[in-house]
């Protein structure tokens, strides 16, 4: 379906890992920006029950307890 293909190139493009690793190793990954872009994609894909544990993951600021 071409919206999935269109949500296929967003992620990739988005979580790039050869950019994610140059920010990790320079010092300016920011895990907030790239936790959130997740969540929002699993909001988009989950199903409406699940709205609300997105929700409060999305309040989680800290690494490890999101994780």
Request: glycine residues 2%; charged residues 25%; contains cysteine.
């Amino acid at each position: 379906m071409p919206q999935h293909q269109q949500l296929k190139m967003e992620i990739e493009e988005i979580l790039d890992m050869d950019l994610i690793r140059q920010q990790v190793e320079n010092g300016i990954f920011d895990f907030q920006r790239y936790s959130q872009y997740i969540l929002s994609v699993c909001s988009r894909l989950c199903c409406p029950i699940r709205d609300e544990m997105i929700r409060q993951l999305t309040e989680i600021k800290e690494m490890i307890p999101l994780f």
